[in-house]
């Protein structure tokens, strides 16, 4: 076995409030990625999705802090200092940020942005780079790159930008692309072009990629496995190819039910009663408890283990008897 | 952008020319003739009267008078000075010089410590944000006539160090005389110019696109240079061009707290002595120093924000 | 009395510390000008050349100025012109602006494009500009420098009030209102200007600090208010006294002055729903913890005329 590309355990990240307390919005994640692994991170606005890839990167807000490690190639993150983080960041991560529009400088060009990590931080020559940033770009499908290069963001679509932000990443060539939501802000007719092109790149340059959606079927179709989190824990995880066949966890389910779907033998389009509530909201037992309806008394007083369930882990006290009442209706 | 700069200009040269209108039209339709200035509390004879006002070329309507007036400026032939007979565009040009060195030294203090106060507010929050923001609470509320007695009882007359009034001999002598006033005038601003300074930069350093270079492994220092300093510089681009604009316009107070012979100080002069020919010159003079500084912090702005040089107006 | 407590706690939680205490002053202030003949210790104007620049004593609180005028009795009864002048200015502008501001934001199209460009050209005026022209025309006076201010300031008030009445005007309930046929002057004046009065109240006190800061110049320069009546901008400019060092019958007015306006200024932007600096809080800045949050809330600093 390999040594892992990225190693969270018992990440948690708590945020100061205005009166002196704190909230916690991560409790407790466990995962790892093997080097060239595509991991989906799937779950509800809220479910702490974004603020582990926050916490991967360290860009979590100023009044958050996190607890736990997080080793990357074996690494401590969150010992690093700021020259060791600036090495990590520039070579070692790669993020594609979900609005694309907001999370590139409107007022430099392109051509500018492309090119700036390989000047400031690798010492290439401009004109070299910008050659390089030309090449990536019509890697990622963007013709006439040459000219997109001395374009400003608000002249081109958010369909372009968004490749432009991949093109960005491509050029660092890190050995891990995490890519949060990279596809929300864009038309639907566009989203599968951006995930064709990410997913397609990050193979053949074999790099490990974290993707984080809400949308569990994307996350299927372009990760090896995939965690399910909820209210700041990981509450499911398995391999993306038997998720369909053996969810085991109730908001988990829920989630494949509530997905509308053409199939006339699928279940019932089902959703999920209720609002998702974030970390700090939640009781001490399940937090999936006050939405679930196979719930007990007990699932709200005690919080469930992750356990191994079935080839993947789940965290669940009822696991068991859930599935074996759904193995007894499908039969 | 040249668009921009077309419909700049234009509005620049409108706004001129109806202040124009404005500031001429207005004086000369006050209560009471301009002649009778010239005659003081004496009744003149309805000849001697009548030659005034064919000398003043009063006797012709109100839009010849303009006309001619306009297209004599337009020759740098401002009139002459009612009071003294001496030429309107000397007495101004005397002054213009000090009144300019007086911006010019005000607009560096401004800029130098109003920069510098709203840069250390926004890169160090809590206490040095505090105590900066205390400082540019209050300092936005002194009068510069105020902070003119406070530095002339200080500096002046308990230590000395510079003239309470009036400038002396030279280059140096007039910078010297101009310390005070240009102190005076920049308390205010640096206040306001650290406010905006800080709002901005703070605004900008909690900017995605800032996060990406940050987790790009981009040096702070570049981070700071590249995205943030330079995303915030319109709106402190814009508030220079206003506090310059402003600065114009209160030199009307601190030139004559200190007796600086300079443009501000001639106005008030001349609205005590109802000068016209003066007043108009300077007034307008003072119009097109605001309007002018207005426009070129937008159009400064234009060129460091590529989102503006499309839109045809920023208002 | 525990009816007063209530009220003083909520008070309290509304302007916060800081605008509580602004108020606090404002209040003793007004108080001042209003109950002058009653509060001064003596005639502001009553001179006694044996007085002249008496430091503080029982006869003279705080001394007396340059003529031996009790310097007390002159600040208290120079509140009086100070504070009269800046509350017609902000009146009358307000008189003028409002129904300017509301007639743009209803209408919008080319009603709005008209206001917002005489309103341009006004602003391309400096107040104080506009005020030293109009006293060489009419004669200086408390009255031409309050006309001249209020043309100026009517921009300033009318363009804040534009704006908060669009937000409402394009806000569903008041399509709610027009669809049961309520008339325009009915939902503008009981509804859109009933829901921005904070706004309107905030700006007018820091307008109220402006003009306050713009008619003292003028009273400074001898433009304004006249000489012998008592104003703190008239009391600023006895160089006499400033020259020969009786500094503090100069600095008191423009320490009054000072704080009045920053008084305004704080309790303006209280009201109006501004954000306090920092230093005002308790704790840690609010910012800092709701970083990715609310990055949109950026902070409107009020352009003033600068004096």
Redesign the interface.
Known sequence: MTAPLLELSGLTVDVATDDGGARTLLEGVDLTLAPGEALGLVGESGSGKSMTMRAVTRLLPRAASATGAIRFEGADVLGMNAGELRRYRDRGVGLVFQDPRAHINPTRRIGAFLVEALVRSRGVGRREALARAAAVLAEVGIDDPQRRLGQYPHEVSGGMLQRVMIASVLLAEPRLILADEPTTALDVTIQREVVAILDRMRRERGMGMVFITHDLDLALAVCGRVAVMYAGRIVELRSADTLHERAAHPYTLGLLGSRPSVDARAERLTAIPGRPVSAFESGPGCAFAPRCSFATAGCESAPPPLADFDGGVVRCARVQEIHAARMETKA | MARLLLHRLGGLLTTLFLSSVVIYGSLYLAPGSPENVLFGSRSPSAAARAAVRRRLHLDQPLPVRYWDWLTGVLHGDLGTSMVTGQPVADRVGSGLGNTLLLVVMTMILVVLFGLAMGLTAALLPGRVDGVVNALTSVSVTVPSFVASALLISVFAVRLGWFPASGLGQGFGGRVDGLVLPAVALAILSCGFLARVTRNAVRDQLEREHVQTALVRGLPRAVVLRSHVLRNALPPIITAIGLLTAGTFASTLVVESAFAVPGIGQLTIQSVAQKDFPVVQAVALLLVAAFVVCNAAGDLIQAVVDPRLREAGSTS | MNRMKFTWTRLNKALGRSGTLSLAFLTVVVLAAVLAPLVAPADPNQSSLLDAYAGPSGAHLLGADGIGRDLLSRLIFGARTSLLGPALVVGVSLLLGIPLALLASWYGGWVDGVI?RVF??VY???G??LA??T????GPGLTPAVVALSIAYIPFLARIVRAAARQQRVSPYVDALAVQGFGVLRITVRHILRNIVPVVVGQAAIAF?YAL?DL??LS????AVQAPTSDW?VM??DSDA????Y?FQ??AP??L??LT??AL??LGARISGEKP???LRR??????????VD?AG??R?T?G???
């Open positions: 917002a341009d050209l391309a005026l400096p104080l500009l030293v022209l006293v060489a025309l009419f600090g800061l003292a110049s400074y320069l001898g433009l901008g600023v400019s400033l020259l020969k060092g500094w100069v600095t423009g320490v002055i000072v306006v920053l200024t704080v600096p920092g230093y704790g840690r800045p609010a910012r800092a913890a709701s970083a990715p990055a950026n902070d600093t352009v005329a600068a004096a």
